[in-house]
Each structure stands twice: as C-alpha cells, then as structure tokens.
C-alpha cells in the first residue's frame, strides 16, 4: 500500500542530493515552527506533567485545532475534522461509507482505490469527469449506482485543475453521490477551487486538506477534513483516540496563527513564482528530443519517455547524479514510459535537465 509512493529516499540513504520525487516545496522556511517546537519541549520539562508535551496526552479529539481552523474559515468547529495526515481523512471516509459503489477518476493517488478495496467498496475507474443529466457531453454519464466519486483536484499525478463550475453541476445534479474531493494540493494552483465554506454548503461534499502539503511537514502528518455537519458527524464515530498527536496539534496551531490571513495568500511562498520555474522547466524538457512533457496547472506534472522505461532512467539518475525522480508506472492508468516531477531551485532544475539529456544521449 505505502510503497511505490514518491519520495522514497530512505531506500537510498545518502545517495540522493537532490529529491524530485515528492510534491512537497522545499524552499518553505520552517525554522519558526521548530524554534516554536523546541521551546515547547523545553518549557514542558520545566513547567510539571500539567502542560508536558512529551509526557501529557493530546487532547482525545483535536478540538483546539478545529476550532482554529474553523475560526480560520468562517465555520462551526463541527465542520472541521482533523486528522494525522489527508491519509488518514481517506481511510476513515471508506470505513465510515463501508460497502458503498464508489467510482474514482483515474489515474490519481492509489491511496482511495486502496482505502475503498480495504473496506470493501465496489470500485469503478473513470478516465474522464461525469457528465450532469440531461446535457450533451462527450464525457461519460456517472453510474447509476454509484454513491461516492473520488477526485483529486489539483490531480496526483497529472496535475490537472477540474473545472470549478462543472464540479457545481456535478455536485448538485447528483444530490444522492457524496463528492470526496481532495485538496492537498490546493496551495499549488491559482486556478479556482472550492474553499472550506463552499464545501461546507452542500450535503454531499466532503473536502480534504494537507497541512503536510502546504507547509511542508510531511513528518508531522497534518490534515483536515471540511464538509456537511452531518457527514463530518459520522467520521467522527469511526476515529480512533488520540489520532492526532500533540507536536502535530501544536504545530498546526503555531502554522495557522502565524501564516497570513485570507484563504487564498496563508500559504507561506509564493505560487506565482514557482509556478513560472514549473513552466521554465517544463520549456527546457520539451527541447530534449526524447520526451513528451504533460501540461499541468500546478507545480507537478507528468513526463513520458519515447522510448525505454522510467525506471531505467530513475537508477541512471540515482547512480551517476543523486538525483531522484517518481516513477509513476505504478499509477493505474498509466505505463512504464511516465515519471513525475516536482521542480525544486532553478539550478537543481537545470542539473535535472542536463542529467536526462545525458542520459537520452546515452541509451
């Protein structure tokens, strides 16, 4: 289930210089948050077992976090479920929706087919968004007996953007399907999206956010869940106690009170810029002869060899370069020509791209 995910560096140790193969920004300056955290830790041994963050537990349910956050976007604190990572959010959504015909658009994070197939959903791939009742399209009409469509927006792997008002459509000519939208990557895009409040409006949306995304702490495992009452209601029966850990609370408070405000500008760089390096090294790919760069609308996207396998080319990079990249083979849909890339500085874009031309001139 975890392996073929990105970011699987630890396989390698200290051979990797320079990490391509996770979504994750690695310019975000998280000195302020560990200072926060150390000083936490410190002052816990000083002050007694009361306020010990170490050695106390968390709180049984993340209340002060969701009512943070929901102070953050204008909700009840009932319309925020927080949780240890968007992953556990999937988990939890096919546990508490059991037995259901889920559909999800392919090909995307392996992670809902897996949590579906765990609880014993009926899984139907679509390849193209659903079409609303009663209008002509060339996509496809959503199955009559589906009662939950899985969607990634922006889309792991391909980096595509739905189109906000098309979901609107969806959302409400399809009243009896719950919409399950993630957003991890929400922050990464500046085409519309749903925000925390609009999710929040209609009975049969839940959306999924990532402060492990968007604030690059993937170790802390932070994430959060807003949607109907109702719906968040019955998610809340199926978590576990203390699934969300101290640290990861405590982080999560210091990441909201100290990001700006605005839903649009919280997130702390800025996505005009590294969506222009994203577009200044989609340009110097598409120069080599041997590959076929995806479009995108966020910082990621898809790139597929004209000949030879994306894994061949991972090893090559590996060995002689230190440099990794995500074979993406394994995402259903998809085959072994594809690799994906996050872009990282602009030198270590361009490093990337004069290691794979050396290796195109190579094969």
Known sequence: MIEGHGDDSYKYGSAINIDF?????????????KTHLAECIASSGRLGKTSDILSSYPEPEPYSLEACL?????????????????????????????????????PTFSEYSDACRMHAHRV?????????????SDNIALPDEVRMLWLCNPNNPTGTVYDKQKLIDLITAYPEVCF?????????????????SEAASYPNVLLLHSMTK???????????????????????????????????????????????????????????????????LQSALKRLHGLEVWDTHTHFFLVRLRYGKASALKE?????????????????????????????????NDALVSAIEEWINNV
């Open 70 to 106: 929901a102070k953050k976007f204008g909700l009840p604190s009932s319309s925020v479920c927080v949780t240890n990572g968007a992953t556990e959010a999937i988990y939890l959504i096919a546990q508490t929706f059991r037995g259901t015909n889920s559909a999800i658009l392919q």
């Open 124 to 136: 139907t791939s679509i390849y193209r968004l659903p079409a609303c009742p009663g209008k002509s």
């Open 214 to 280: 968007n604030y690059a702490v993937p170790g802390l495992r932070l994430g959060y869940v807003t949607g109907d009452e109702g719906l968040l209601n019955r998610l809340r029966t199926n978590r576990m106690p203390w699934s969300v850990n101290r640290i990861a609370i405590e982080a999560g408070l210091y990441l909201i009170k100290s990001s700006p405000s605005g839903y649009s500008s919280q997130y702390p760089f800025n996505v005009a810029e590294y969506l222009e390096e994203t577009a200044r």
């Open 180 to 196: 399950v939208m993630d957003q991890s990557y929400e922050c990464f895009t500046l085409r519309p999206l749903f925000t925390a």
């Open 316 to 348: 090559y990079l590996i060995e002689k370069h230190g440099i990794l990249i995500r074979d993406a083979s394994n995402f259903e849909g998809l085959d072994e020509p594809f690799f994906r890339i996050s872009p990282q500085t602009p030198e270590e």
């Open 21 to 33: 193969s996770s979504n994750i920004s690695r310019s975000i300056d998280l000195s302020g948050l």
